[in-house]
């Protein structure tokens, strides 16, 4: 099976090249394409992830850069994983959108039902795979991109200590906390990152618009942020330093998710992720017969996508702290 938005009658140029990755493939940690090095000193277990989507190959091109720079943590663990490797096998630059993942959304499979079930497929086996790894990070960093006009933002699902370290990176400089999607738990929602609780956390980074460079910029940016917060970085590793004068970071709570109940949903007119609605009620798609509706006043609009199949997240509708 393939994404959906293969489909869509799209001209998205891919202005970067595909990471040859070949020689990250066989990993050093007993898991294929995961990379582990420890550092001196005792400390965290940051991990960060590229390729849970096949097709979102601007994460590949940090880790591969940071492993042929020889980034190493200076204290704790630093671990580089490239995830969909099957799906990212079949990436095809004539028609990129085709190879999100194989057979379901490895960003869907993170419960403890799908992960212990039966139930077989690539993304299910390779969410298996990857699962003693994370049973053991302490910080998790997703990177992902955008294939619908937005602006950047981090997702840090519903706990105050992701929104925290969503903050504390802050690039991109708006933290959206949601409770994810109905179809399936994500990586950063896997129960250990979840539970308030523990201190384990995890957030996730739309960088970006897929396939150009300055989303591969600003994954490398936010990847050595969350290295130097957590003091894991090494002095004389090549990093991007941070630029003159970052955005304050803004933090925003989803109000309401809107899945698409019917295969009709369409919005009123093209929206832009990060757009903000001034007024409360104010119509914004039809689902079917069915009104969307802002539910409040200057109403954030959070990666809303055009052409959605009925039961996927159409748009997640936000409120900007102050």
Same mark, same amino acid.
């Given at each position: 099976?393939?994404?959906?938005?293969?489909?869509?009658?799209?001209?998205?140029?891919?202005?970067?090249?595909?990471?040859?990755?070949?020689? &990250?493939?066989?990993?050093?940690?007993?898991?294929?394409? +995961? &990379?582990?090095?420890?550092?001196?000193?005792?400390?965290?277990?940051?991990?960060?992830?590229?390729?849970?989507?096949?097709?979102?190959?601007?994460?590949?091109?940090?880790?591969?850069?940071?492993?042929?720079?020889?980034?190493?943590?200076?204290?704790?663990?630093?671990?580089?994983?490239?995830?969909?490797?099957?799906?990212?096998?079949?990436?095809?630059?004539?028609?990129?959108?085709?190879?999100?993942?194989?057979?379901?959304?490895?960003?869907?499979? &993170?419960?403890?039902? $799908?992960?212990?079930?039966?139930?077989?497929?690539?993304?299910?086996?390779?969410?298996?795979?990857?699962?003693?790894?994370?049973?053991?990070?302490?910080?998790?960093?997703?990177?992902?991109?955008?294939?619908?006009?937005?602006?950047?933002?981090?997702?840090?699902?519903?706990?105050?200590?992701?929104?925290?370290?969503?903050?504390?990176?802050?690039?991109?400089?708006?933290?959206?906390?949601?409770?994810?999607?109905?179809?399936?738990?994500?990586?950063?929602?896997?129960?250990?990152?979840?539970?308030?609780?523990?201190?384990?956390?995890?957030?996730?980074?739309?960088?970006?618009?897929?396939?150009?460079?300055?989303? +591969?910029?600003?994954?490398?940016?936010?990847?050595?942020?969350?290295?130097?917060?957590?003091?894991?970085?090494?002095?004389?590793?090549?990093?991007?330093?941070?630029?003159?004068?970052?955005?304050?970071?803004?933090?925003?709570? +989803? =109000?309401? =998710?809107?899945?698409?109940?019917?295969?009709?949903?369409?919005?009123?007119?093209?929206?832009?992720?990060?757009?903000?609605?001034?007024?409360?009620? =104010?119509?914004?798609?039809?689902?079917?017969? $069915?009104?969307?509706?802002?539910?409040?006043?200057?109403?954030?609009?959070?990666?809303?996508?055009?052409?959605?199949?009925?039961?996927?997240?159409?748009?997640?509708?936000?409120?900007?702290?102050?």
């Amino acid at each position: 099976m393939t994404d959906s938005t293969a489909f869509l009658p799209l001209s998205v140029p891919v202005e970067i090249a595909l990471p040859d990755i070949r020689r &990250w493939i066989d990993g050093n940690a007993g898991i294929p394409g +995961v &990379w582990t090095f420890t550092g001196a000193e005792s400390g965290p277990h940051l991990a960060i992830t590229a390729l849970v989507h096949g097709n979102e190959i601007a994460g590949a091109h940090v880790l591969d850069r940071w492993l042929r720079d020889g980034v190493r943590p200076a204290r704790g663990r630093l671990s580089l994983a490239f995830c969909n490797l099957a799906a990212f096998r079949r990436f095809d630059p004539a028609d990129p959108t085709a190879t999100r993942f194989v057979d379901e959304d490895l960003n869907r499979c &993170w419960s403890e039902a $799908d992960l212990d079930m039966r139930r077989i497929s690539s993304e299910l086996r390779r969410a298996r795979e990857l699962r003693p790894l994370l049973d053991t990070v302490d910080v998790l960093l997703d990177l992902h991109s955008m294939l619908w006009p937005s602006d950047p933002l981090i997702l840090a699902g519903q706990t105050e200590k992701a929104a925290r370290l969503g903050v504390a990176i802050g690039v991109p400089p708006v933290i959206v906390s949601d409770a994810g999607h109905a179809g399936g738990r994500r990586m950063i929602d896997y129960a250990r990152f979840a539970d308030p609780a523990t201190d384990a956390t995890a957030v996730l980074v739309e960088a970006g618009a897929h396939w150009q460079d300055a989303t +591969v910029g600003r994954m490398n940016l936010a990847a050595a942020r969350v290295l130097r917060h957590l003091g894991m970085a090494r002095p004389g590793d090549p990093l991007p330093p941070d630029p003159p004068a970052l955005p304050a970071p803004r933090r925003a709570i +989803v =109000t309401r =998710t809107i899945t698409a109940a019917s295969r009709d949903f369409a919005f009123v007119r093209e929206f832009r992720g990060g757009e903000v609605i001034p007024a409360r009620n =104010t119509l914004i798609a039809l689902d079917g017969e $069915d009104e969307i509706r802002t539910p409040h006043d200057d109403c954030l609009l959070v990666m809303p996508t055009p052409m959605v199949p009925r039961g996927h997240t159409a748009v997640r509708l936000a409120r900007l702290l102050p």
